[in-house]
């Protein structure tokens, strides 16, 4: 059997990750001198309150080499194949970590490691593409040769709330952060080539931001693929994300819309009041 494994930062939902059989390993998230588990030890709400009352940001670190020695032994010991998937390699360790961890209980030969070159739902919908191709009875090989196909289809963006986490994680100087604040601007947050780039910004409410910002995606979503589209929050009101999954629904494009919670490794680096719209492209 082959088994799919991802790291804790591609933010599926437990109804999916039990749907799917996905075992997650978790990444760590350290506030002061403890560390927490991602979403198993920790929560983004937890992370939001030190994180203001510590005016600064959490420091996240990648899966550690025991976790995943440990997870890739008990499939592997079972006779079992695994596909696992990381954060992009030029966000996080991870990757290199996984690797390592398969070399160390002499699995190579048994192991594939793929760099989602993204994050958050952007490496969901990636997982949730292989246990599809598995369930087709697709070989690990063959799996993997058609997730590298897909991987610079996955479109992921988001639009920002405050711009004072991205401040305090060292992602956009003190001047821009007060003037965005000033000026109630939410930039759009894309990932390309594996990296978080700044695109447009939105002025005004960040409900009306976000809703601005679904729409400016319509080409695109009506010419994604049609399996599954992630709306994914750190955050957001509900009037908000009900609003968003109104809009996808009236464009008849996906036969599942799925609502998931970001964790706390993606929250503690965007903070709250984030969406995103992710999908893959035709």
């Keep these: 059997m082959i088994r799919i494994f991802s790291d804790s930062t591609s933010d599926l939902s437990p109804e999916l990750i039990k749907r799917y059989n996905v075992t997650i390993i978790p990444l760590?998230?350290?506030l002061d001198d403890k560390e927490y588990r991602d979403s198993i030890?920790?929560?983004?709400?937890?992370?939001?309150?030190?994180?203001?009352?510590?005016n600064t940001t959490p420091k996240t670190s990648a899966v550690s080499m025991e976790d995943a020695?440990?997870?890739f032994k008990s499939a592997i010991d079972a006779g079992?194949?695994?596909?696992?998937?990381?954060?992009?390699?030029?966000?996080?360790?991870?990757?290199?970590?996984?690797?390592?961890?398969?070399?160390?209980?002499?699995?190579?030969?048994?192991?594939?490691?793929?760099?989602?070159?993204?994050?958050?739902?952007?490496?969901?919908?990636l997982v949730l593409a292989a246990c599809?191709?598995?369930?087709?009875?697709?070989?690990?090989?063959?799996?993997?040769?058609?997730?590298?196909?897909l991987k610079p289809m996955v479109r992921a963006s988001f639009v920002v709330d405050t711009l004072v986490y991205l401040h305090r994680g060292g992602r956009c100087s003190s001047v821009a952060a007060l003037m965005g604040g000033m000026l109630k601007l939410h930039p759009e947050i894309v990932v390309r080539?594996?990296?978080?780039?700044?695109?447009?910004?939105?002025?005004?409410?960040?409900?009306?931001?976000?809703?601005?910002?679904?729409?400016d995606?319509?080409?695109?979503?009506?010419?994604?693929?049609?399996?599954?589209?992630?709306?994914?929050?750190?955050?957001?009101?509900?009037?908000?994300?009900?609003?968003?999954?109104?809009?996808?629904?009236s464009l008849h494009s996906f036969k599942e819309i799925h609502i998931?919670?970001?964790?706390?490794?993606?929250?503690?680096?965007?903070?709250?009041?984030?969406?995103?719209?992710?999908?893959?492209?035709?």
């Design 217 to 249: 995606r319509e080409l695109g979503l009506l010419d994604a693929r049609s399996e599954r589209v992630f709306i994914t929050h750190s955050g957001s009101s509900d009037k908000v994300v009900a609003e968003v999954r109104d809009y996808l629904e």
């Design 41 to 54: 030890e920790i929560t983004p709400e937890e992370i939001y309150k030190w994180a203001d009352e510590h």
């Design 193 to 215: 080539d594996g990296a978080m780039l700044a695109d447009k910004k939105y002025r005004g409410r960040i409900d009306t931001a976000t809703l601005e910002y679904v729409h």
């Design 260 to 282: 998931t919670r970001a964790g706390g490794v993606i929250s503690s680096h965007c903070g709250p009041g984030t969406l995103g719209v992710l999908f893959i492209a035709k």
């Design 69 to 71: 020695e440990q997870a």
């Design 80 to 125: 079992d194949e695994i596909i696992a998937f990381t954060i992009s390699s030029k966000m996080s360790t991870t990757y290199n970590v996984l690797n390592i961890a398969a070399d160390n209980i002499g699995a190579t030969d048994k192991i594939s490691v793929i760099d989602s070159a993204n994050l958050s739902t952007g490496i969901g919908l």
């Design 28 to 30: 760590h998230i350290c």
């Design 132 to 149: 599809d191709m598995v369930s087709e009875g697709k070989t690990r090989a063959e799996v993997v040769t058609e997730i590298e196909k």
